[in-house]
């Protein structure tokens, strides 16, 4: 097998019955799934959301409430980005900044109902879109896609 890692991509010409290398392979699946995530992204709520914005309101929605600091750590960005960030989805009324109850000086950020709302139908269009691609594949890619899940949370848990 094949154990370079360079950027390659399988060849248009390959012959049939060609088997990527792992460098082929790799970048296949890199490409793939990076279209197939902006192609969700573009699924969402009606809104004015950058991408980092709704990610953020995103880490909240499913992991928080987050200090500034831990969000921040979270989304692996700097304090003082993360600051404006938030500025901009407290303004919207997306997210709810709050004194800690143990420590005055801590704020706490938490999603508020429009911000929930606004998640559950992002989520809602993407399951959809995603759901009506899915039905119209055959039972066996089903199954490939089945497994290809599995080696994809394996692939993000490593």
Known sequence: ??????????????PAGHRPTIAELSHDFRVANG?????????KADNELSASQFSALGSLFFNGPFTLRELSEHE??????????VGVLVSAGL??????????????????DSGRT????????????????IAKL????????TEAITVMKELTDS
């Open 138 to 145: 055959s039972p066996a890619q089903r199954t490939v896609l």
């Open 95 to 112: 997210v709810h900044r709050a004194g800690s109850t143990d420590d005055g000086r801590k704020i706490i950020l938490t999603v508020t």
């Open 1 to 14: 097998m094949e154990s370079t890692i360079a950027p390659a991509s399988t060849p248009p010409d390959a």
């Open 118 to 133: 606004l998640m559950h139908e992002t989520r809602n269009r993407r399951d959809a879109w995603l759901a009506l691609r």
């Open 76 to 85: 692996r960005v700097t304090p003082p980005s993360m600051s404006r960030t």
């Open 35 to 43: 279209r197939l995530a902006r192609r969700l992204r573009q699924e």
